[in-house]
C-alpha cells in the first residue's frame, strides 16, 4: 500500500509566498518522478512542475522564475517553493509521484488529495 500526501496549502496574499509539501509512504521500492499539478475552478488539470530522479526538473511557462520544484529523496519527499504568487495561480495543487513498490512490480501514478492555494488580498 502507497500513499501521497500534500501539505502546506493557504491563503497568501498576491506577491507572498507558500512552500507545499508531499511525502510518499509505505511500500516503496523506487520512486522515479514527481511532480505538482494544479486544477483551478472550471479549468483542466495542468502540470506546474516535474522533476526526475536525478534532480532534473521542468516548469511550465507560467510558473518560470516564480516556483522551484526540489526533492528529497531520502525522505521520498517533493518540495513546490512559490514566490511571487499571482491570484491566478489560485487553485487545488495535487502531487504526483510515479512508484515502484517492489522490484518484481512496474511502477505507477500515485496522487494526493490535493491542497487548496487562494492568492487573494
Known sequence: Q????????????????????????GSI???NAMGWYRQAPGKQRELVAGISSGGIAN???????????????????????MNSLKPEDTAVYY???????????????????GTLVTVSS
Open 95 to 113: 502531487c504526483n509521484a510515479n512508484i515502484r513498490s517492489s522490484s518484481w512490480l512496474r511502477a505507477i501514478d500515485y496522487w494526493g488529495t
Open 29 to 31: 521500492f523506487s520512486i
Open 59 to 81: 516548469y511550465a511557462d507560467s510558473v518560470k522564475g516564480r516556483f522551484t520544484i526540489s526533492r528529497d529523496n531520502a525522505k521520498n519527499t517533493v518540495y513546490l517553493q
Open 2 to 25: 502507497v500513499q501521497v500526501a500534500e501539505s502546506g496549502g493557504g491563503l497568501v496574499q498576491p506577491g507572498g509566498s507558500l512552500r507545499l509539501s508531499c511525502a510518499a509512504s
